[in-house]
């Protein structure tokens, strides 16, 4: 019994040919993992993400995402713009952020103090994602 949404991933391996063609000269493996997500066994799962940015030691800026549901949230086509120059920052890898843990971006500060209003968007599985977050110190 479980509150939280559980994770596994399935490995799949490609078991190449052993004798060799005598036309082929490069051989490829094919490797897949994918995940699988298994619903809490009271209810349903959802994410309830917390988004922050502040500058780094580097002067960089990190946006953090903590994620206090009980299911996964998968953010991709992750953009971040700073308001007061219109200049956009970057663009984050797409990952999961499972139940209870926290996943951080790094961006080119450009410019961007304490004080800034970022405009964060990305898209997850629920639809549409838009935050305004101040960068903090």
Wanted: net charge positive; glycine share 8%.
């Amino acid at each position: 019994q479980s509150s939280n949404e559980t994770l596994f991933r399935r490995y799949f391996n490609e078991v190449p040919n052993k004798v060799p063609q005598a036309d082929v000269r490069l051989r490829l493996a094919l490797a897949i993992s994918i995940p699988l997500f298994i619903a809490p066994t009271d209810g349903k799962a959802a994410s309830s993400p917390a988004w922050s940015a502040a500058l780094d030691d580097a002067g960089q800026i990190l946006v953090r995402v903590k994620n206090s549901g009980n299911g996964h949230m998968k953010v991709s086509d992750l953009k971040i713009v700073n308001t007061g120059s219109n200049l956009p920052l970057g663009d984050g890898e797409p990952a999961y952020v499972l139940p209870g843990q926290e996943r951080a971006w790094k961006f080119f500060a450009a410019g961007t103090k304490p004080g800034d209003t970022l405009k964060l968007t990305c898209v997850s599985e629920t639809g549409d994602v838009s935050a305004t977050l101040k960068v903090g110190p």
